[in-house]
């Protein structure tokens, strides 16, 4: 199973970035998807997780309104929009692949993370 995410970059503080996370190896449409993010010196903490059918997602307070989690079965690729970025969104931003759940321990697999950098 190989997860690669990809689609970071350094962004200035409003702009946006649309991260993408290509899966092979296993059965996409089966797994829900999560995107996590962890800062330096922080804890991996939750983003956003998309149901198997694209059909419900649920975020975390500090990226709701801002980031949309999608997926497109049929490419097995799962994305996040994010759009009016902020400083504090700096991060490595890393797929996984699981269940669905907020919690990393739910999931099975993880990508190599895409480093996410937002200037003030």
């Known amino acids: 199973v190989q997860l690669q995410a990809f689609g970071g970059g350094l962004v200035q503080a409003g702009g946006s970035l649309r991260l993408s996370c290509a899966a092979s190896?296993?059965?996409?449409?089966?797994?829900?998807m999560g995107w996590f993010r962890q800062a330096p010196g922080k804890e991996r903490e939750f983003v956003a997780t998309?149901?198997?059918?694209?059909?419900?997602?649920v975020y975390a307070d500090s990226v709701k309104g801002r980031f949309t989690i999608s997926r497109d079965n049929a490419k097995n690729t799962v994305y996040l929009q994010m759009n009016s970025l902020k400083p504090e969104d700096t991060a490595v931003y890393y797929c996984?692949?699981?269940?669905?759940?907020?919690?990393?321990?739910?999931?099975?697999?993880w990508g190599q993370g895409t480093l996410v950098t937002v200037s003030s």
């Open positions: 996984a692949a699981g269940k669905y759940t907020n919690h990393y321990s739910g999931y099975d697999y």
């Open positions: 190896g296993l059965t996409f449409s089966t797994y829900q």
């Open positions: 998309i149901n198997w059918s694209g059909g419900s997602a």
